[in-house]
């Protein structure tokens, strides 16, 4: 996993005026950062099976606990680009088509008995799968589906069928189960948990609502985070109107379908292509041109841009360390209880967005990762050391990489240690500790009402 050096961009041999256009098939990585390539990434369609790290470790280390934070899998666009015809996409899941799964209509029958579940407040309202056949705003669409029956799988596979997380006869108290009140965020957690429990039983799950996209639960008060997000939304305007390519490019769009530039740019039009670029489908076209693939790179390289110089400026970080620190003091007390012999809350299911994962991923000093992808994984393992049995260990893995020792807290240990995983207890300081170290701090309070020096 690395993320947005960017480069001149090659022309891949698209015309940018064809209006039939066939997604690149880039199955390796190009030399150069290529923002269709890293669109392509970051569509992630289900195709060739994924290899991934989970699960490793020394024969003598036992399993004990996996904490997961999902990002939900691929959806109808939130915003419309004003004066053009919606994407053409059907959100009724239809088995036969593809991208499809083995299990996906054994999911769509189980998923329609769903009464005897525990879901939180307005949980309970939501559908359980999509089904509109002309997909609404932020609906989850078979795709986002399929990806996650697909890591559901691959997670059983490795945490059930050989590591025997969770035991014949688990009962809910071993599962802790969290998603905000979007139907995609429920229903991706729901796809991934019909293939990775060993059986769906219905009156097992209990899933709680979480109201804010940060996961802070009842530690949201926090003014300092949200002096340093406006800190960061300045830094974006500033680096955007510095763009003379991507203000030729959205005036020229704004041409094509007849609106003034600042609508065009406040429809936040980059969400609605990529779902026409992930789906394949003909990018829009109005009586006066079409929105073509040259529009479509210029904005995704701005993007690119722009997440590099976020990771530069540290305004993010600053905010990341705020705003995930709620979660990460509840994973690590999860862990530490469980360490400490608990049996419950073995395997920890959070279903959420991009604006949570890419914050923990920015928190914990993981620069190279790339954006979350759709049906992009973050896991937590938690091992212990069969030779040493009070001493436990931490992996963590994105996207199915190990990406331990790229960690803020762990990356001098990797040069010492004979085991391929961090001591549980350096996560616990950086937590408790270290993380307000930058805010000459000693507690998430302070961190949050001291002015910023």
């Known amino acids: 996993v690395h993320l947005i050096p960017v480069n001149p961009v090659r022309e891949d041999g698209l015309n940018p005026k064809s209006r039939k256009r066939i997604m690149p098939d880039l199955l390796t990585e190009p030399p150069a950062i290529d923002p269709v390539y890293e669109a392509h990434v970051y569509c992630n369609i289900p195709s060739i099976a994924e290899r991934s790290m989970e699960g490793h470790a020394p024969h003598y280390f036992k399993l004990v606990s996996v904490q997961v934070l999902i990002r939900h899998g691929d959806r109808y666009p939130l915003y419309a680009i004003p004066k053009t015809k919606r994407p053409d996409i059907d959100c009724m ?12 209509e054994a999911f769509m029958k189980h998923m329609s008995k769903g009464s005897a579940a525990q879901m939180d407040g307005s949980l ?9 056949s002309l997909c609404e705003m932020g609906e989850l669409t078979q795709t986002g589906v399929v990806q996650h029956l697909r890591n559901g799988q691959l997670l059983r596979e490795i945490y059930i069928n050989k590591h025997k997380l969770l035991p014949g006869d688990w009962t809910a108290r071993q599962l802790y189960l969290e998603t905000t009140g979007k139907s995609r965020t429920l229903q991706s957690a729901l796809a991934l948990l019909y293939t990775f429990l060993p059986d769906f039983d219905w009156k097992k799950i209990n899933m709680r609502h979480q109201w804010s996209t940060i996961f802070c639960s009842g530690s949201c008060d926090c003014p300092m985070r949200n002096h340093y997000l406006e800190e960061e939304q300045r830094r974006q305007y500033s680096l955007r109107v510095k763009n003379n390519d991507l203000e030729r490019i959205y005036v020229d769009m704004a041409k094509i379908v007849g609106i003034p530039t600042r609508q065009l740019r406040a429809s936040n039009p980059i969400d609605s292509l990529l779902c026409y670029f992930c789906h394949n489908v003909s990018f829009p076209c109005t009586k006066a041109g079409c929105i073509g ?19 530069e400026k540290k305004l993010y970080f600053l905010y990341a360390l705020l705003a995930t620190h709620p979660l990460l003091n509840q994973t690590v007390n999860r862990l530490q209880r469980i360490a400490e012999g608990k049996k419950e809350e073995v395997f920890v299911l959070y279903s959420a967005h991009d604006v949570t994962l890419s914050p923990v991923l920015s928190a914990l000093g993981i620069t190279e990762a790339r954006f979350p992808r759709f049906a992009a994984r973050l896991v937590f393992e938690l091992w212990q050391d069969g030779k040493r049995p009070k001493e436990h260990f931490i992996r963590i893995l994105y996207n199915g990489a190990d990406v331990t020792f790229q960690t803020s807290f762990c990356k001098d240990h990797y ?38 020096l």
């Open 93 to 104: 899941l239809v088995p036969s088509r593809k991208p499809s799964h083995p299990q996906l």
């Open 124 to 132: 309970s309202s939501l559908p359980h799968f999509p089904s509109h």
């Open 293 to 311: 693939m040259e529009h479509f790179k210029v904005i995704k390289r701005h993007q690119l841009e722009d997440e590099r110089e976020r990771q």
């Open 415 to 452: 040069k010492r240690s004979s085991k391929p995983m961090c001591p549980l207890e350096k996560f616990v300081s950086f937590v408790k500790k270290d993380m307000f170290l930058i805010f000459n701090s000693t507690s998430y309070y302070d961190a949050c009402h001291r002015k910023a």
